[in-house]
């Protein structure tokens, strides 16, 4: 088969296809004929080798990748057979090797693909999907509420506009360029253009915020809040956090948490069984880039990258 592998760390063009041994099932696990690969911002962190936190660097040479759906083609010792043939998602955790024409993985880690679900449907929901539903519990979006979305025209961004909506609230979200600002008006919430200065009048007061960008974006963002407002970080696209202090909340009354984080690790299988149950039915529908095949995992890096993306990047075959 074949697969992309990484020799060393540094840009997306150390991203090489090459031909390698066929996975075997070991006991507990079966092997997927991969149809989709996710392609996430943390995978661009571990190509660099300065991923942090709970996903050092691997091993070199390694298979990036944590998100595929497919076919079972074989299972191992211990796993029914009746996942032969079936079609599956599964997220891989903290193991890699999802950009490969086929994946050994943990029989545990699979979820049938939904009807009327397709792959690459399916692994944007499989990871970013259960974020988004991790994030909107932390939020506990209100009907009353003003929500501004930060990387609004992103995979994330875009569920969570999407579920924001949902509740009633009036949603308003930040994208960068005035294409990424047409896909959000196209989900149904305001746009603003946060490349162009002064965007943050366009955008008014706002009782919620979710950043998933950091940097200048997530504090200008912040200093949008009313008095009692509250502010939800998930990440930091930008390369930096939002600066925030304890004298920054008190002075308005306002509150940060977390979106995610240790406290939502025991709730993963939920968030993802909620999170395929939710585009079956049609409640969240994933913005997909499905304009990289799985040998082009470099391309889509450095597109990514240089935010030339719109939605959740999909290696397809």
């Excluded at 209100?142 to 009633?168: K, N």
């Excluded at 304890?246 to 940060?256: E, F, G, H, P, V």
């Excluded at 995992?297 to 999909?314: D, I, N, P, S, Y």
Aim: proline fraction near 6%; charged fraction near 20%.
């Amino acid at each position: 088969m074949h697969a992309i592998r990484l020799h060393e760390f540094g840009p997306p063009g150390n991203l090489r296809w090459e031909e390698v041994p066929d996975p075997e099932p070991g006991p507990g696990q079966v092997v997927v004929d991969v149809a989709a690969s996710g392609v996430h911002l943390l995978d661009a962190a571990i190509r660099r080798g300065d991923a942090t936190g709970p996903f050092p660097p691997p091993e070199l040479p390694a298979i990036p990748g944590r998100e595929v759906a497919g076919v079972v083609a074989a299972v191992g010792a211990g796993v029914d057979g009746v996942w032969v043939g079936r079609g599956v998602v599964a997220h891989l955790g903290q193991a890699s090797g999802g950009y490969a024409e086929r994946v050994a993985t943990d029989a545990a880690r699979l979820h049938a693909l939904p009807d009327g679900v397709g792959p690459a449907a399916a692994v944007a929901m499989i990871g970013t999907g259960r974020t988004a539903l991790g994030v909107l519990d932390a939020a506990g979006v209100r009907d009353d509420d003003v929500v501004l979305v930060t990387g609004a025209a992103g995979g994330l961004g875009s569920l969570l506009v999407q579920g924001a909506l949902r509740t009633g609230a009036r949603v308003i979200g930040a994208a960068g360029g005035a294409a990424k600002v047409a896909r959000v008006r196209a989900l149904g919430a305001a746009g603003v253009d946060y490349l162009r200065p002064g965007w943050e009048r366009e955008a008014g007061g706002v009782t919620l915020v979710l950043d998933g960008v950091g940097g200048v974006a997530g504090r200008t963002a912040f200093e949008l809040l009313e008095p009692g407002g509250r502010i939800v970080l998930f990440g930091w696209s930008s390369g930096a956090p939002t600066e925030i202090t304890t004298a920054d909340l008190l002075a308005r009354s306002l509150s940060a948490s977390a979106g995610l984080g240790p406290h939502i690790l025991r709730r993963l299988r939920e968030l993802e069984e909620r999170a395929l149950a939710a585009v079956a039915s049609g409640d969240l529908v994933p913005v997909l880039d499905e304009r990289f095949t799985l040998a082009d995992a470099a391309e889509a890096h450095a597109a990514m990258e240089q935010r030339g993306t719109v939605g959740k990047v999909v290696l397809v075959r």
